[in-house]
């Protein structure tokens, strides 16, 4: 008995969750189903967005270079991967 393929549905992330997309819709990039978020979504990712600046202020500059350093390898590290997606 063969299993039926099943594709993953990318979910978005906003305020350090990843919920599904209020709407419910999806599209296909890659070969792959995305969330498709709407105005709603937004709104909640500018509230999430704002509502993290106080604390990210308020961390020293040596720990947000921490932070940004660290963001800086995983993109990095994924180099070829966004290139080859890329360049399709």
């Known amino acids: ?12 992330f906003i305020g350090g969750e990843f919920p599904r997309s209020e709407s ?6 890659e070969g792959q189903n995305v969330a ?3 105005r ?5 990712a500018v509230r999430a967005a704002r509502g993290a600046f106080g604390k990210w202020s308020a961390m ?5 270079g921490q932070v940004l350093y660290r963001i800086a390898g995983l993109m990095e590290s994924g180099r ?7 360049s399709g």
Request: positive net charge; proline residues 3%; charged residues 35%.
């Open 1 to 12: 008995m063969s299993r039926l393929p099943v594709r993953k549905t990318y979910k978005l």
């Open 60 to 64: 020293t500059a040596y720990n947000r």
């Open 36 to 38: 498709r978020g709407s």
């Open 40 to 44: 709603k979504d937004v709104r909640d």
């Open 24 to 29: 419910g819709r999806t599209y296909e990039a």
């Open 80 to 86: 070829a991967e966004f290139a080859e997606l890329s």
